[in-house]
T-cell receptor, first 113, second 112 residues
Framework: NAGVTQTPKFQVLKTGQSMTLQCAQD?????MSWYRQDPGMGLRLIHY???????DQGEVPNGYNVSRSTTEDFPLRLLSAAPSQTSVYFC????????????FGPGTRLLVL | AQSVTQPDIHITVSEGASLELRCNYS??????LFWYVQSPGQGLQLLLK??????LVQGIKGFEAEFKRSQSSFNLRKPSVHWSDAAEYFC??????????FGAGTRLTVKP
């Protein structure tokens, strides 16, 4: 049982490039989410999904797209990277939304030049 | 919208000393409250959570937290800190997982 996995661990992009951050979980969790972590600001919710085919925006969705075609995978897409998107990105999952404990992946560190 | 304040950016304690990390929240209803710990280069791990009932909550690794509605606080405590407790600690408040707000974090350093 690998839990929540994220790839890559580290990525450098140039402004305007696109990329996809991968997130997968093998716990059959319905709820998945993406956060970004910036110094002095804690974690902020970007997008979330309560099940396959259902996604919604969080606190800071601009510049990011998501899709949820399977229960296991929840990729985060940056269509045109900007320096303001330099951050550490965490994916999390839980069995259901609500009171369930969220399990976090190890994070992806992204640098946009 | 709810918000969380962790007044202490960085705290240093000696190994074996007691610890209290402060957390204040702003929320119109009874919140769900959480404490997470993040070791360097790692994701977040849940220490404990409060939804209702007994206001003193026990968590993993010997941590506990007390919910005080009158003070809008949910402070984290540990009676005797170990060197392995050095990490960053985050308080969070939510109605549910869809709208969880994190504090900025408190970095804990443990002196030998």
């Amino acid at each position: 049982n690998a839990g929540v996995t994220q790839t890559p661990k580290f990525q450098v992009l140039k402004t305007g490039q696109s990329m996809t951050l991968q997130c997968a979980q093998d716990m059959n969790h319905e709820y998945m989410s993406w956060y970004r972590q910036d110094p002095g600001m804690g974690l902020r919710l970007i997008h979330y999904s309560v099940g396959a085919g259902i996604t919604d925006q969080g606190e800071v969705p601009n510049g990011y797209n998501v899709s949820r075609s399977t229960t296991e995978d929840f990729p985060l897409r940056l269509l045109s990277a900007a320096p303001s998107q330099t951050s550490v990105y965490f994916c999390a999952s839980s069995y259901l939304a609500g009171q369930e404990t969220q399990y976090f992946g190890p994070g992806t560190r992204l640098l946009v030049l | 919208a709810q918000s969380v304040t962790q007044p202490d950016i960085h705290i240093t304690v000696s190994e074996g000393a007691s610890l209290e990390l402060r957390c204040n929240y702003s929320y119109g209803a009874t919140p769900y409250l959480f404490w997470y710990v993040q070791s360097p280069g790692q994701g977040l791990q849940l220490l404990l959570k409060y939804f209702s009932g007994d206001t003193l909550v026990q968590g993993i690794k010997g941590f506990e937290a007390e919910f005080k509605r009158s003070q809008s606080s949910f402070n984290l405590r540990k009676p005797s800190v170990h060197w392995s407790d050095a990490a960053e600690y985050f308080c969070a408040v939510a109605r549910n997982n869809n709208d969880m707000r994190f504090g900025a974090g408190t970095r804990l350093t443990v002196k030998p």
